[in-house]
């Protein structure tokens, strides 16, 4: 009899920013299975198969050169895969619903339960379902109920894996997680199928790093680490403002309150606010919780997070505007960064879309530059009245303009002469560092005036 070529058969569906790096490191660490990514999108699967990867991660294409063909396959072919695989990951979108009750908070499951009644149409045997996507709690128990609803004999084991990985630094966050979060059900065959999970991410993570809990618990836990997430960025923000009030400088305040190591340093840098498909999104989610659970002062706490993190981009705004003689009307400015944090492409909630729209509405004439997000800058402001072009090349891009608004955090601005754009720019020339990523002090000598966030300004008008 001839001998089976993989151990097992793994199947993610959904080959978005986190389906498919993760199935990724999945194949690339356990090569005697066969890992299958597909998607309802042709366009991305087939950007899969070939030398444009549709997703852009540092180290990703190094490993999807050594895995695809080997074990590691892209489908359209939905239907026959759910039939031959026994695990499936499912990593579908659940954005923030947009109509109906719950719009504008609670998570859209329309792509969620759309797989799930596929798994079930097309399962001929019993299967363990993963829930990868970042969901409302409880959804594990509609995703049973949908599941048990036919098929007699066949069953179905569901479990929770959250990702964690954070989009630039995916392939290292996969590699080495924090953690990985494995929930089930604490029956026998949950547990038994939650085994089978732990077996795969023991391949490379060691045992202490995988921690096992209750499936609700699992579910929640991701919100809770993305709200956590973004509430530290909205507590240093919020103090970024009496800073700027009080003449104290967040970089100190910041470095001060971070060497506790109670509170630690991750996450304290004062900024535009944050972006991502997923922080804003994951916290309404949370709020809406709340609420549906009868908590309305749980729900007020978090999403007051997120109304610091839109302040915080009011308040930039403000700042043009007021710095630049209260007109912007005809002024030429330039948007260094579009992607909504730096070593990635995506552009999902970033805060330069808002900035952009705001400051084109006050009639200035925008520049945007970014080494990977022109495209998706693109789509985004497609309907975005007003003149706009795009440069990839900052120095290109800096021509010409009044001033620079430094939107993401990109090594790359670091590191650029200054001295070189300010002699292109119009005089008096403005930097507004919505990151803190430049050297203030040098910039102002050269002769910028120079708005840090956070921090006194420095300007000589
Ligand atoms: N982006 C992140 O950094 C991140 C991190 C952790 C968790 N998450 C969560 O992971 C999930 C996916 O996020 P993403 O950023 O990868 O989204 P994405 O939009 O990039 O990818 C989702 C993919 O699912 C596909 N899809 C939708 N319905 C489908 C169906 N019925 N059958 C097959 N394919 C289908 C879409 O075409 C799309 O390609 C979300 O729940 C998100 O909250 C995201």
Redesign the pocket.
Known sequence: MKKAKFKKKILC???????APSMVMIACKCPDYKVTV????PQ?IAAWNSDQLPVYEPGLEKIVKKTRGRNLFFSTD?ENQIAVNDIIFV????PTKTFGAGAGQAADLQ?WE??AR?ILEYSQSSKIVIE????PIKTALAMERILTSGKGDITFDVLSN??????GT?MNDLENPDRVLIGSRETKSGLTAREELVEIYSRWVPAEKIITSNIWSAELS?LVANAFLAQRVSSINSISALCEKADADISEVARAVGTDSRIGSKFLRAGIGFG???FK??ILNLVYLCRFYGLPEVADYWESVVKINEYQQDRFIANVLQSMFNTLAGKKICVLGFAFKADTA?TRESPAINITRKLLAEHAEMVISDPKALDNAAMDLDDAEGQISYIEDPYRAAVGCHALVIMTDWDLYRKLDYGKIYRSMVKPAFIFDGRNIIEHRKCFEIGFNVFPIGKPPLTRL
């Not at 597909?38 to 999108?41: A, F, L, Q, T």
């Not at 990868?132 to 969901?135: M, P, Q, R």
């Not at 959250?162 to 989009?167: I, L, R, S, Y």
């Open positions: 569906i959904g080959a978005g920013y986190v389906g597909v998607d309802i999108n991305r939905i990593c579908v979108n659940t792509y759309k797989t596929q990868k996507s970042t969901l959250p990702e964690f990985m954070a989009e995916a991701k991502g498909s997923c999104k994951d995506d």
